[in-house]
């Protein structure tokens, strides 16, 4: 039977099955993969590591703000390990937490409470209520529509029956807040509803403050607001910092960039000042963070990282000040091999999209080997020619196997023939650049009697006359001898 491996290409990051079927591999195919999971395992042991000494970090950064908020609240803490937990996360988070855990009723809370909060909304109503001390007859989501208005609210619409989670009656009241306070479509709240399962808990009291902030000052509509869902979950003081950080940068763009990756304003201060300071470090403008807005999801050190990598390889750094630039960037591990599989196989002519493409990517991977498509031949004339592109694409066209000729090819002949002839002259016998480097040089050395009475722009042109009478004048000496022409 054929035993196949499934493995990964580094070049198209596509699926691919090596089969066994020749033995003599199948060692070599072992010891590969034995070696990747070794380096693997090396690789989570570093990661581990470098993420419990953040963890670290941020529970001592975060403990005194934390326990002053927490006696802010009025809640006891100890010194026991489960509550340690709490120190882990940050006190936008913690607070949203307690002001929730106040507006459902629960008198008592403790740090347990807390850290179990996402558990809990995962459970029935009856249990919750056993587990938080509450009273049985207590109505959950009175408890929480009216922590936010005065308004007469149809609660009896709002089954708290048993069997129905925490997690369905908390949807269910924010739905219906945002139907009767905040005027959302049904359309908009349809869409909400399928995505509740992609929502936090936050507070409602927090989340009517978030939505009037978010209309008043960022101009954002109600589709825009149920779109970008996630904006619900934040709590309003850490939106307005953010934002105005971000303001105090990018200005009139800020809205525009904030609208095409609102997750944004839940990054911390010091991270998004961080990552600022790298942008400006390199001269990388708003315009291009707002054609590419998911580059602020970046850390600020792989960004650096992979910025710096990009711009010492010598075949991209010619993109710094492209605006397409972060393109790059966010498409870095795509970018990386295929530069490195290119250097290796000695190809200079690319073009961006090839590199952030996988489909483009093939396509200039075959027009190197098969055939040649007009969109590459014009590309590849305007970046070597900057104008008059249309005119020498029609004289290269006329050549009957032009589709036929590597790009490769035509990029050693063509700056081989710049260190012997000037451009204007290349112009005049444009279809020089389809012939092989080696026969033009062979040519061009053997120093024929004749080219010495000869002009340079009519030596050129006698030099491919010679070249093609090796082949009777049929033009198939430009062709490779594994192109299939027909």
């Known amino acids: 039977m054929l035993k196949v491996v499934h493995t990964t290409c580094n070049l198209c990051t596509a699926h691919l099955q090596t089969s066994f079927f020749n033995i003599r591999y199948k060692s070599q195919i072992y010891e590969r993969i034995h070696s990747w999971k070794i380096q693997l395992q090396q690789a989570n042991k570093a990661i581990s590591k470098s993420y419990k000494k953040i963890q670290n970090k941020k529970i001592y950064q975060n403990k005194e703000i934390i326990a002053t908020l927490l006696k802010k609240h009025g809640i006891v803490t100890s010194v026991s390990i489960n509550e340690k937990k709490i120190f882990k996360q940050s006190s936008w988070t913690i607070e949203k937490r307690i002001m929730l855990l106040q507006e459902l009723g629960v008198s008592n809370i403790t740090p347990f409470y807390i850290n179990e909060l996402d558990k809990g909304m995962r459970l029935p109503i009856h249990l919750f209520k056993a587990n938080t001390l509450l009273n049985t007859n207590t109505r959950l989501s009175k408890n929480l529509l009216s922590s936010i208005s005065n308004t007469m609210y149809t609660h009896k619409y709002i089954s708290e029956s048993p069997n129905i989670t925490m997690k369905r009656l908390y949807t269910n009241c924010l739905i219906h807040y945002l139907r009767r306070e905040e005027q ?10 399928i995505k509740a399962k992609w929502l936090g808990y936050n507070s409602f009291r927090l989340i009517k403050e978030t939505i009037k902030f978010i209309k008043n000052d960022l101009k954002f509509t109600n589709a825009q607001i149920a779109k970008n869902h996630c904006l619900l979950n934040y709590h309003p003081e850490k939106v307005k910092i953010i934002y105005n950080e971000i303001y105090k940068h990018f200005k009139e ?12 304003l839940n990054m911390e201060l010091c ?20 054609t590419y807005p998911f580059i602020l999801q970046h850390n600020h050190k792989d960004l650096e990282r992979k910025i710096k990598t990009i711009i010492n390889n010598p075949l991209t750094k010619v993109y710094k ?15 990386v091999p295929r530069l490195q599989y290119l250097e290796d196989n000695n190809i200079q002519f690319f073009n961006l999209t090839g590199l952030t493409e996988k489909a483009a990517f093939c396509n200039l991977l075959k027009s190197m080997k098969y055939k040649l498509t007009k969109s590459c031949l014009f590309y590849f004339l305007e970046k070597e020619f900057k104008y008059d592109t249309g005119a020498l ?10 589709m036929y000729v590597s790009l490769v090819q ?5 700056h081989y023939l710049r260190q012997k ?9 444009i ?32 030099i491919i006359y010679n070249i093609e009478k090796k082949c009777n004048f049929t033009g198939a000496v430009v062709l490779s001898i594994d192109n299939d022409t027909s």
């Open 184 to 193: 959302f479509s049904y359309d908009q709240l349809r869409f909400l509803h």
């Open 253 to 264: 763009n800020s809205n525009k960039i904030i609208l095409a990756h609102s997750k944004l």
């Open 271 to 290: 991270d998004l000042q961080k990552f600022i300071r790298v942008l400006q470090k390199y001269n990388i403008k708003t315009d291009k963070i707002q």
């Open 321 to 335: 000040k492209h605006p397409r630039f972060l393109n790059l960037v966010t498409h870095y591990f795509s970018v």
């Open 393 to 402: 694409m029609v004289i290269i066209q006329k050549h009957p196997y032009w």
């Open 410 to 414: 035509m990029y050693e002949s063509l």
């Open 421 to 429: 002839f000037s451009d204007s002259i290349i112009r005049d016998h």
């Open 431 to 462: 279809y020089a650049i389809l012939y092989k480097k080696k026969d033009i040089q062979s040519e061009v050395e053997s120093r024929r009697p004749e080219y010495r009475n000869l002009r340079k722009n009519q030596q050129l042109g006698v």
